[in-house]
């Protein structure tokens, strides 16, 4: 164990539905904070204004607090560094801005976004080695600008990256790396808003972040970081880049492409929170236990070490998270189930807010269930004959055609035996429907009760038969087999 507390931190942008990756993130960085009895802070870097999506903030909340994910300082909750939302630090970045200029690091550029375009345009036209600005503000005032084609009104500020700037940097998990020559950055925009390149490294420093932990599709942006963090002569933090996640077929997991890069889909299908948890803690990274995907949080932190991190992108297997989802369901009490299947079934619209009595029914119904299921969104749909009036009741019409000769006689039987039953237990219910259908009729045992679970259940596959008729009662399975009879 690191015996020195870091302080990380997520840094997600509020651009719609937070990515699955942004909790991969999380949990590799709370995982650091806490072995080493740090901090883990959420910020919101909304900086770029053209993205921003106004409902993201909440499902970022949302999500990661589902997960279990919880920060220590945030824009929701505060802390020692508030504000932790970067539109409402505007006045922090300006100062350093004027330093870097002062400094000579900085300049401002009044390119019109029509001169830029036109100079990418000829630069990629020409096969050009250079690439990039061409610097074609510095040194000059204003004044000197204006009179030059491409102006415009409102400036950016961009770095002056120097021709050695150093591009080799020592990340946590890649060793040594060396990322392209960067571009002269815009730090500033013209609305007045730092970038995220400027953002990021201020509030780092100011927020005493000690081990900065992002998406390997920030490693070409290091070196601009660290040439800011000289610049402004502060000390570096770490370095951790996580591999990009990726499909079966090796290619990056987008929300465009993918449905699973949206965190909030997991919610939405039925996964329980502690299975993505465990299943995010397997992606390049190895079990905790060898041969054995299931483990806590708590055992994830106590053996975390960085160096574990595999450096190729892991491959999102959901056949995999199916099985630990699985895992998890059974893991439950019934009535922890019951709970977070009604929860999730209001939730997504798939049934109303229960009764008294329903969410009653739920609780001993999840058993007959509970070993089968793979996602929350299963069980409703499955148990729904149990919550369906007796008249409502539809009966698969494919299955009563094809409910074969005998039917009619062993719903027939089966009334009989059921209405002089004096104990309504499934034991009870079982013994007295195979001495009537199989002994009384002479009915293989394999088609005996087919005609009864169609009766009582609509569909000739269903939950446990005998249980769903004890849950049911006497009174609506007498009710469903007097229906299929007049049926048949
Ligand atoms: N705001 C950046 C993002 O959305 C954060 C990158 C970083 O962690 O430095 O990915």
Redesign the pocket.
């Known amino acids: 164990m690191n015996q020195t507390p870091a302080r990380l ?5 509020p651009t719609g539905d937070p990515h699955v990756g942004t909790a991969y ?1 999380s949990l590799f960085n709370l995982a650091y904070a806490r072995a080493t009895g740090g901090a883990f802070v959420l910020r919101i ?1 909304d900086t770029d204004r053209a993205r921003y999506v106004a409902t993201s903030e909440q499902q970022i909340y949302d999500t990661l607090h589902w997960l279990g994910l919880d920060w220590d300082e945030g824009p929701d909750i505060g802390g020692p560094y508030a504000p932790y939302r970067q539109s409402e630090r505007l006045e922090t970045y300006r100062p350093f801005v004027e330093q870097l200029i002062e400094a000579g690091h900085a300049y401002y550029c009044w390119c019109s976004t029509e001169r830029l375009a036109g100079l990418r345009a000829e630069q990629q036209a020409s096969k050009s080695p250079v690439t990039g600005y061409d610097r074609l503000c510095h040194g000059l005032t204003r004044e000197q600008r204006a009179a030059l084609p491409g102006f415009s009104e409102t400036p950016v500020v961009r770095m002056l990256v120097p021709d050695d700037v150093e591009l080799a940097f020592t990340d946590l998990i890649r060793g040594e790396v060396s990322a392209p020559r960067p571009d002269d950055q815009v730090i500033l925009k013209a609305d007045g808003f730092p970038t ?1 390149h400027l953002a ?1 490294v201020v509030d780092d420093h100011l927020m005493g972040i000690t081990h ?1 932990v ?2 390997e599709e ?1 490693i070409s942006s290091t070196p601009k970081h660290l040439l800011l963090y000289r610049w402004l002569g502060w000390p570096e933090p770490a370095f951790a880049h996580m591999p990009l996640l990726r499909n079966t077929d090796k290619s990056k997991i987008s929300k465009r492409k993918n449905p699973a890069a949206r965190l909030t889909w997991f919610l939405e299908q039925g996964y329980l929170p502690e299975a993505l948890r465990n299943f995010l803690q397997l992606l390049a990274y190895p079990p905790v236990h060898d041969d054995e995907d299931v483990s806590t949080f708590e055992e994830f932190v106590a053996a975390f070490d960085w160096a574990k991190v595999n450096t190729t992108g892991p491959i999102f297997d959901l056949a995999k998270l199916n099985a630990l989802n699985g895992h998890y369901i059974r893991a439950l009490s019934p009535g922890d189930l019951a709970d977070r299947v009604a929860a999730f079934a209001v939730r997504e619209g798939q049934w109303t807010q229960p009764s008294q009595a329903d969410a009653a029914l739920l609780r001993r119904a999840v058993p007959l269930v509970q070993e089968r299921l793979v996602l929350l969104s299963e069980a409703v749909p499955k148990l729904a004959y149990l919550f369906t009036a007796d008249d409502d009741l539809v009966v698969d019409p494919d299955a009563l055609a094809k409910a074969g000769p005998d039917a009619a006689a062993v719903v027939r039987a089966a009334l009989v035996a059921l209405e002089a039953l004096p104990d309504w237990s499934h034991e009870a219910i079982q013994v007295a429907l195979r001495g009537a259908l199989v002994d009384g009729l002479g009915i293989k045992p394999k088609f005996a009760f087919g005609p009864v679970r169609l009766a009582v259940t609509g569909s000739t596959v269903s939950p446990p038969l005998f249980e769903s008729m004890e849950l049911l009662g006497r009174e609506s399975s007498l009710a469903r087999l007097r229906t299929l009879q007049s049926l048949l």
């Not at 931190?9 to 942008?13: C, D, G, K, L, N």
């Open positions: 931190r997520v840094a997600p942008s993130m870097e995220y990021v900065v992002r998406g920030w």
